[in-house]
């Protein structure tokens, strides 16, 4: 079901209301501007692959990631039923974030006819109580998500080429090689998550290993 996130980014990006929901050969796309056309991706880019590898040979294609910076929970009693209780969610997003969705795209990033598009984003998340099961696991939450919508849009960072995902990563100043350590540490982000980060600048062509030491293997930029 559609969000009214999705809707709300969908209808904000196209030229037009009546250039939303539009056929392109034999896709849906969400949005169309100009010659450009928008996929407002909220879900994970892993989706939109082949979509895009296949669009991209004719097409000029925007993908639009939102990104969660500050998250409002609003729990109802039921679906349109009375509210609860609000709160802040203490997590925080940040652009760094997107690697763990790129690490889907690096065999389509960079491509001339692609513009990625990450957008931080407030949003209020609507819960309503889960079904219940006959048996309930651990893991399971006692919500379902009705919702999520827009209350503002904080900033953009477009990505068309390689370098640009360095400034992400706030590369040192006069470091010519970093190593997951050194990204680690300039995302504040722990060492997996470093590796990741690492994993898609390599497959994308934005750095290169120059060497490996007891602190790892060394990376410059390309």
């Given amino acids: 079901m559609e969000t009214s996130l999705h809707r709300q980014l969908k209808h904000a990006y196209a030229a037009s209301s009546d250039e939303t929901e539009v056929t392109v050969g034999s896709f849906r796309i969400d949005a169309i501007r100009e010659d450009e056309l928008i996929e407002i991706q909220c879900a994970s880019l892993s989706a939109l692959r082949s979509k895009a590898k296949r669009l991209l040979g004719r097409h000029r294609l ?101 370098s640009d995902l360095l400034r992400v990563i706030n590369w040192p100043g006069g470091i010519e090689t970093i190593t997951t350590e050194t990204i680690a540490i300039a995302t504040a982000r722990p060492r997996s998550v470093a590796q990741k980060i690492a994993y898609v600048l390599k497959h994308v062509g934005a750095i290169h290993p120059t060497g490996r030491t007891k602190a790892g293997i060394h990376y410059a930029a390309a």
């Fill in 62 to 162: 925007r993908i639009v990631k939102p990104v969660f910076h500050r998250t409002r929970i609003t729990r109802l009693e039921c679906a349109d039923g009375r509210i609860i209780s609000r709160r802040m969610s203490p997590k925080r997003g940040h652009v760094v974030d997107v690697f763990d969705e790129l690490i889907y795209l690096t065999q389509v990033f960079p491509h001339p006819n692609l513009t990625i598009e990450v957008v931080l984003v407030d949003v209020e998340q609507i819960r309503v109580p889960a079904e219940k099961p006959k048996r309930r696991r651990r893991w399971q939450k006692d919500y379902a998500i009705h919702d999520v919508k827009l209350e503002s849009i904080l900033e953009s960072f477009e990505f068309h080429e390689p």
